[in-house]
């Protein structure tokens, strides 16, 4: 614990926020593999896998950063989308110092419209001097 702790510390001196997303059970589950209506336990070594959430501990890790936030989604298939809605109405309101945006312009495509009208003059060429 005192690792992790450590750790959430540190990113909280850097200005980081820890968005904790608890899956599991607190008493300990098996994790499912595989398709919806084909599951089956996560084994290892032919012994089925169990996880314990421990809550706390990711609770504690998230209020150790500034802005940061903890969601429980229990043991079932998480809805992404409602956890980033979640996310996105808690930082509403909470100010960032910097904001950078890079927008990079592709610009492959002339490179590749040379590499085809180059290869086309190839054949072309190739097949007058064949004849």
Known sequence: DSFVEEAAQEAAEAGVRIIAIGVGDPAGATIPVGEPGFE????FRGEVVRTRLERETMERIARATPGGAYFHVATD???????YNDIVTRARGTETDD??????????QWFVGAALLLLVLEGLIGATRRN
């Open 40 to 43: 089956r336990p996560l084994t």
């Open 77 to 83: 298939r998480m809805n992404l989308a409602s956890v």
């Open 99 to 108: 904001l950078t945006v890079v927008e990079y312009e592709e610009k492959f």
